[in-house]
T-cell receptor, first 110, second 112 residues
Framework: NAGVTQTPKFQVLKTGQSMTLQCAQDMNHEYMSWYRQDPGMGLRLIHYSVGAGITDQGEVPNGYNVSRSTTEDFPLRLLSAAPSQTSVYFC?????????FGSGTRLTVV | GEDVEQSLFLSVREGDSSVINCTYTDSSSTYLYWYKQEPGAGLQLLTYIFSNMDMKQDQRLTVLLNKKDKHLSLRIADTQTGDSAIYFCADDRGSTLGRLYFGRGTQLTVWP
C-alpha cells in the first residue's frame, strides 16, 4: 500500500517553463488537495478536489491549474513558472477527516 | 493560514514538558490536527481531536481544546532531543471537502 506518491522529488525549472507535478493515491480517497510550503509560512492550500471531474481553488491558486480525470490522480500544472513559485509542494488525500500526505516535491525556479 | 496562529519558537530542556499553543478563528471546525515535520521531511500526523472533545491523551502527547476560546494546545511530556522539529496546527474549518488550513508552525528546540 503506497499511500500518496508524488513525483518528481526535486525539480529545477527556468522562468517561463511549464511542468506538471504528479500525485497519485491508491486508497480510493475521494478528496485530494495540493499545498505549498514556504519558509515561515506553513502550508497553504492551492487547489482541492472532492472527486473525479470536480476541482476548486484554495487560498493561493494563481499560476496553477489542476484536473481530476480519475480518483487516483491529481496533477498540478505550472503553465509558466515564476521564481515566486519556488517552494515545496505537498499533495494529500483524505477520507472522513483522515489525511495522508505525500513526501513532497521541492521545486526551484531560476 | 493567517486564521490559524502559533508562536514561532519554543526551546525546552530535555526531560521537561513542552506546550505548543494554537488559536483558530472558525467556530465550525470539526477536527483539529497536530503535525510534526523534521528537517527536509514530509508531514507526520501526531494526533487530532474532534471538536466535541476537550482533551485527548496519547502516550506522551496531550491535546487540550478550549472551543469557547478557540484555543488548542499540544503538550509533550518528557521531551527528548528527537522531538526537535516544527509542529503545525491545522483545522478543517468545518469542511467535509478534504482541505486543511495550517498555522505557520512552531520550531521546537530541545536542549540536552
Amino acid at each position: 500500500n503506497a499511500g500518496v506518491t508524488q513525483t518528481p522529488k526535486f525539480q529545477v525549472l527556468k522562468t517561463g517553463q511549464s511542468m506538471t507535478l504528479q500525485c497519485a493515491q491508491d486508497m480510493n480517497h475521494e478528496y485530494m488537495s495540493w499545498y505549498r510550503q514556504d519558509p515561515g509560512m506553513g502550508l497553504r492550500l492551492i487547489h482541492y478536489s472532492v472527486g473525479a471531474g470536480i476541482t476548486d481553488q484554495g487560498e493561493v491558486p494563481n499560476g496553477y491549474n489542476v484536473s481530476r480525470s480519475t480518483t487516483e490522480d491529481f496533477p498540478l500544472r505550472l503553465l509558466s513558472a515564476a521564481p515566486s513559485q519556488t517552494s515545496v509542494y505537498f499533495c494529500a488525500s483524505s477520507y472522513q477527516g483522515c489525511y495522508t500526505f505525500g513526501s513532497g516535491t521541492r521545486l526551484t525556479v531560476v | 493560514g493567517e486564521d490559524v496562529e502559533q508562536s514561532l519558537f519554543l526551546s525546552v530542556r530535555e526531560g521537561d514538558s513542552s506546550v505548543i499553543n494554537c488559536t483558530y478563528t472558525d467556530s465550525s471546525s470539526t477536527y483539529l490536527y497536530w503535525y510534526k515535520q523534521e528537517p527536509g521531511a514530509g508531514l507526520q500526523l501526531l494526533t487530532y481531536i474532534f471538536s466535541n472533545m476537550d482533551m485527548k491523551q496519547d502516550q506522551r502527547l496531550t491535546v487540550l481544546l478550549n472551543k469557547k476560546d478557540k484555543h488548542l494546545s499540544l503538550r509533550i511530556a518528557d521531551t527528548q532531543t528527537g522531538d526537535s522539529a516544527i509542529y503545525f496546527c491545522a483545522d478543517d474549518r468545518g469542511s467535509t471537502l478534504g482541505r486543511l488550513y495550517f498555522g505557520r508552525g512552531t520550531q521546537l528546540t530541545v536542549w540536552p
